[in-house]
């Protein structure tokens, strides 16, 4: 398990704008920073899901934002603990969760 460590807002402002430029990443990060998530909801625990169904019956299809959100988090410098609750180890059940504190 990685550390726990805390970062500047203003430092973390800085890294969101030089990212935020470019295209899938600056519509996660503005309703990140909002603390809204684009593809569903941040959990009351702080875990964060990246995959859900979209459609319904034989229309459905995953919509997986893993690796994208993996990379943002990366480029960022913020740790995060990645998991998987589902029963069978599907891909909704994916989930980040958040270490570093900002202050």
Do not use: V, W
């Not at 973390?12 to 996660?28: D, H, P, T, V």
């Not at 603390?35 to 990246?50: H, L, M, S, V």
């Amino acid at each position: 398990m990685k550390t726990q460590k805390t970062i500047k807002k203003e430092i973390l402002q800085k890294r969101i704008n030089k990212l935020s430029e470019r295209g899938f990443a600056k519509k996660l990060i503005k309703n990140f920073t909002d603390n809204k998530f684009p593809f569903g909801e941040i959990e009351a625990d702080g875990t964060i899901r990246t995959c859900h169904i979209s459609g319904s019956k034989k229309f459905s299809k995953n919509l997986d934002y893993t690796s994208d959100f993996r990379i943002i988090l990366n480029k960022l410098g913020l740790l995060y603990e990645f998991g998987n609750d589902a029963p069978k180890g599907g891909l909704t059940g994916n989930y980040f969760k958040i270490l570093t504190k900002i202050r």
